[in-house]
């Protein structure tokens, strides 16, 4: 099988002229513009802006990452958008402590982290957007078996350890009319802490409670099966072991074959489409600022053509930068971004599903309000 490959950084400059290439995560933000660009959809409309914009975080955004690197160069030759896939929480934790200008990150942040974020921006408060949208793909690697359906409470054994062969009772349940080996299963998860290991685990939280005990963790709770640094690394751990089983954004997915998952009575294929059902049928979380777009999502859902090991994945920064050029960038960058253009440019990199229609409207008017000073 074709092992699936990364980069750790993604920059984007007007030298190199919408080709990606590999850089160290600074902390530096000059610019010399006069004014950002609101929705970052025409360069000819736009005030023209130079500088750097650091972020760091989520790997799962990194083809996105380079989909949107990609296009803004079109609309802003003159700007580098440094990005490194460390990692959701390495992500945040850069940026709560200062040490970039904005994180991504496949999970929302916590109270603690939202108190830490407030320290951080000020009074102007902290953003969310949640700008990416992506199905979480059961990749496996068992050669004869193209196709594979899995319950909730299934998964959930396979990732406790309780179900290890591939011929378990409970799996053939699932697939009456597969050929199903006895080989052992090796479940994979991640080394690092992980956004997408909080999403996975909190749709097992959410539908196999008494098998899956826990939690919803970015950190891999469970003394068992492999692990892979980063989404990179899950995906080769799981390339190179017949028998081997993980959880990653279906953007890298590679060669790899990709479960379906029991949804009501159903057995659903991940999807940009099934997974953007379930966000649209989500509420807000309640309680939190009003640039601040969390997102509740329902992983116990029975919704027909609905996908529930979703991964949204924010973009987290300050509404009030210290530095003007700062703010400028962030807005200029995070409308194009959240614009119909970036979505698309997302959706053509990465097979995610583009924010709806309401959503841009609430991520614009954050974006709208990002400003300087103290």
């Known amino acids: 099988m074709k092992l699936s490959t990364t980069t750790r950084t993604v920059a984007v400059s007007a030298a190199l002229a919408g080709t990606l290439a590999l850089t160290a995560c600074g902390a530096s933000n000059e610019s010399s513009g006069t004014a950002a660009s609101g929705g970052g959809s025409s360069a000819s409309s736009a005030p023209q802006l130079s500088g750097t914009l650091v972020g760091a975080g989520s790997s799962a955004q990194q083809a996105a990452m380079q989909g949107w690197t990609a296009g803004y160069t079109t609309v802003q030759p003159g700007v580098t958008v440094n990005y490194d896939p460390v990692g959701s929480g390495g992500g945040r934790s850069q940026f709560l402590a200062g040490g970039t200008d904005f994180a991504g990150s496949d999970a929302a942040l916590g109270d603690e982290e939202l108190t830490q974020a407030q320290d951080r921006c000020g009074r102007g408060g902290v953003f969310e957007l949640p700008d990416y949208i992506s199905p979480i793909a059961l990749v496996y690697n068992l050669p004869g078996v193209d196709d594979l359906n899995l319950a909730p409470a299934t998964i959930a054994g396979i990732f406790t350890g309780a179900i290890t062969s591939w011929n378990d009772p409970a799996i053939t349940a699932d697939n009456p009319d597969a050929n199903l080996p006895s080989t052992p299963i090796t479940a994979v998860h991640r080394s690092d802490k992980s956004g997408t290991t909080e999403n996975f685990t909190d749709y097992l939280a959410a539908v196999a409670p008494d098998v899956w005990i826990g939690g919803a963790v970015q950190e891999w709770p469970v003394p068992s099966g492999e692990a892979g640094a980063q989404t990179s690394g899950l995906v080769a751990a799981v390339q190179s072991g017949e028998g081997a089983i993980g959880y990653a954004d279906e953007s890298q997915a590679g060669d ?29 979380v309640s309680g939190r600022g009003e640039y601040d777009l969390a997102i509740e999502l329902q992983r116990d859902t029975t919704g027909s053509g609905e996908y529930p090991i979703v991964l949204v994945s924010y973009h987290i920064g300050c509404i009030r930068y210290d530095n003007q050029d700062t ?30 229609d309401t959503l841009r409207e609430q991520a614009q008017g954050a974006v709208d309000a990002i400003t300087a000073g103290s």
């Open 256 to 284: 790899l074959s990709v479960a379906n998952v029991k949804v009501g009575s159903d057995y659903v294929a991940p999807s940009a489409e099934a997974a953007a059902a379930v966000v649209e049928n989500s509420p807000k």
């Open 327 to 356: 703010a400028e960038l962030a807005k200029s960058f995070f409308g194009y971004v959240v614009s119909e253009d970036g979505q698309q440019a997302a959706a053509d990199a990465a097979g995610s599903a583009p924010i709806s």
